[in-house]
Nanobody, 128 residues
Framework: VQLQASGGGLAQAGGSLRLSCSGS????????MGWFRQAPGKEREFVAA????????VYGDPVKGRFTLSRDFSKNTVYLQMSSLKPEDTAVYYC??????????????????????WGQGTLVTVSS
């Protein structure tokens, strides 16, 4: 399976963007899906993740209450709705999957090492 992230761009502080992560070459329906971000000069940071059913989501502290992660099985896509954006949200955002078609991804991980498929990244820039 391959992941394609999209939806990045320029937003003003307080504004919103929606990122999409679409799968091709396989289904994401049993996967835990996550988003990570990396700002210039900083380490990759966990943003959010969702389990296979969509019934469990976890958010990093910096984005709690502002970002919402959801998934659409019919489109093989997960969405990261970002609201109340801040300049410190500026980063390249990467979607990732713990892809294992033999099992259901029940438990959500915040660790990048637990994800074995990565998208190419999409740049989000928030101006003050």
């Amino acid at each position: 399976v391959q992941l394609q992230a999209s939806g990045g761009g320029l937003a003003q502080a307080g504004g919103s963007l929606r990122l999409s992560c679409s799968g091709s070459g396989g289904t994401l329906s049993s996967d835990v899906m996550g988003w990570f971000r990396q700002a210039p000069g900083k380490e990759r940071e966990f943003v959010a993740a969702i389990n296979w059913s969509g019934g469990s989501t976890v958010y990093g502290d910096p984005v709690k209450g502002r970002f919402t992660l959801s998934r659409d099985f019919s489109k093989n896509t997960v969405y990261l709705q970002m609201s109340s954006l801040k300049p410190e949200d500026t980063a390249v955002y990467y979607c990732a999957a713990h892809h294992d078609p033999t099992t259901l991804g029940v438990f959500v991980s915040t660790l990048s090492a637990d994800y074995n498929v990565w998208g190419q990244g999409t740049l989000v820039t928030v101006s003050s």
